[in-house]
């Protein structure tokens, strides 16, 4: 469903991603788990389009993502972000119909009776039926993100890639919008492609997980193989992420 293929992604000299090859099978909740920095969100990036690799080759249902294909990649994936992406000024039914736009041709933005349908399911099925027409920045951190949730269903999406979902959020509300996305993977068979930071979390959601330290995959297995070494391995890496010799860390924040 996707391959990461010798993957590497350099910011000025920071060697961000160092050559991370893995692939996903269509039906798996995958989760990324690595320290801050690791490269987690550059890695998810990578796999819509919206960082290009420096080398290396990802591949979304056999197409390889070029900068020519992304309006056709990306009707299939859904992305969720960490700080929601949601417009403060619209009620929840218009963020998520905004969804529906990637699906529609460049000269035809209006929606249909069809569009606000299927947007008044996907608020449903995440459980926000009673605010669809309430201002999202009226809404909780949890709302916020299930408004999120929603607009990337809207698309009926084939993967979800879900940037550190739960990162801004209490545990409580954290496990509630994790196992939302369970479900979704569950019962719709929709592929989770999900960076974490907690080793709890990864262990309770993940069919599988790849760890990342410094840009470059220490493990992949089963939530039953992370054992103490293997964490070691991923949050014991003496620099978050990998520079180019004689570099002094000067390019990485951008
Ligand atoms: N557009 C950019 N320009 C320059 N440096 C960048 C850019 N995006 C990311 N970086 C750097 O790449 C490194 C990895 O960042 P990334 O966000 O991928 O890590 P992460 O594992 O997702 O971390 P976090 O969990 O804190 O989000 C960091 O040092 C970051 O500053």
């Known amino acids: 469903m996707i391959r990461f293929e010798n993957v590497q992604k350099q910011f000025g000299r920071a060697k961000v991603l160092q050559g991370v090859t893995?692939?996903?099978?269509?039906?798996?909740?995958?989760?990324?788990?690595g320290p801050s920095g690791a490269g987690k969100s550059t890695l998810l990036r990578c796999a819509n389009g919206l960082v290009p690799p420096s080398d290396g080759t990802v591949y979304v249902?056999?197409?390889?993502?070029?900068?020519?294909n992304l309006h056709t990649l990306?009707?299939?994936?859904?992305?969720?972000?960490?700080?929601?992406?949601?417009?403060?000024?619209l009620n929840v039914m218009n963020n998520v119909l905004i969804g529906t736009l990637g699906r529609k041709s460049y000269w035809n933005f209006s929606f249909r009776r069809e569009d606000r349908q299927a947007a008044e399911q996907a608020i449903a099925q995440v459980g926000l039926a009673d605010k669809a027409f309430?201002?999202?920045?009226?809404?909780?951190?949890?709302?916020?993100?299930?408004?999120?949730?929603?607009?990337?269903?809207?698309?009926?999406?084939?993967?979800?890639?879900?940037?550190e979902p739960v990162s801004n959020l209490?545990?409580?509300?954290?496990?509630?919008?994790l196992s939302l996305l369970q479900t979704?993977?569950?019962?719709?068979?929709?592929?989770?492609?999900?960076?974490?930071?907690?080793v709890e979390y990864a262990r309770r959601f993940g069919h599988r997980i790849i760890g990342i330290s410094g840009g470059r995959t220490v493990f992949d297995g089963k939530p039953a193989e992370?054992?103490?070494?293997?964490?070691?391995?991923?949050?014991?890496?003496?620099?978050?992420?990998?520079?180019?010799?004689?570099?002094?860390?000067?390019?990485?924040?951008?």
């Open 22 to 33: 893995f692939a996903v099978k269509a039906g798996e909740f995958l989760v990324i788990l």
């Open 61 to 68: 249902n056999g197409m390889q993502v070029t900068r020519h």
């Open 74 to 89: 990306r009707k299939d994936i859904g992305f969720i972000f960490q700080h929601y992406n949601i417009v403060g000024n």
């Open 134 to 163: 309430v201002r999202a920045d009226k809404l909780s951190g949890g709302q916020k993100q299930r408004v999120g949730i929603a607009r990337a269903l809207v698309q009926e999406p084939k993967v979800i890639l879900a940037d």
């Open 170 to 177: 209490d545990p409580v509300i954290g496990l509630e919008i």
């Open 184 to 198: 979704i993977n569950e019962t719709m068979g929709t592929t989770i492609i999900c960076n974490l930071h907690h």
């Open 226 to 254: 992370l054992d103490e070494k293997q964490l070691a391995a991923i949050y014991a890496a003496p620099k978050p992420c990998g520079e180019a010799e004689g570099s002094s860390n000067t390019a990485a924040n951008g």
